[in-house]
């Protein structure tokens, strides 16, 4: 039985520029700038497949495909997080900071 191959990924100068930028950049989340380099890996001119790709980056095939699709789907905006199901957070993380109330005196160890 032949093995499925991948869709091949043609990548725009201007399109690969921005990927290595967001690939490198210290700023770039780490789960964006790891789909980045996928994506980049899977552009090149040997058209790799998902096995060997995964190898090379130490992750599954089904990852890599999963954004080698969604790329050649949506483009750059498909390397994004999707929003998550669920309620949306009701609090921000510095309002649950614990502060001293005041007149409130904490009981002396002895």
């Known amino acids: 039985m ?6 091949a990924v043609d990548l725009p100068d201007a399109d690969r520029l921005t990927l290595q930028r967001l690939g490198h950049a210290a700023s770039t989340p780490q789960a964006l700038a790891f789909r980045c ?6 552009a090149q001119d040997d058209c790799p497949t998902n096995g060997r790709v ?4 130490g ?3 089904h990852t890599v495909a999963t954004w080698r699709r ?5 483009g750059l905006a ?6 998550r199901p669920g ?20 009981p002396r160890r002895r």
């Open 54 to 57: 995964a190898d090379e980056l």
């Open 2 to 7: 032949p093995i499925p191959r991948a869709p």
């Open 87 to 106: 309620r949306p957070l009701g609090f921000s993380p510095r309002a649950t900071r614990r502060r001293p109330r005041p007149g409130f005196r904490t």
């Open 59 to 61: 992750c599954d095939r």
């Open 78 to 83: 498909g390397l994004q997080d999707r929003p």
């Open 70 to 74: 969604r790329f050649l789907a949506h």
């Open 37 to 42: 380099r996928l994506i980049l890996r899977a």
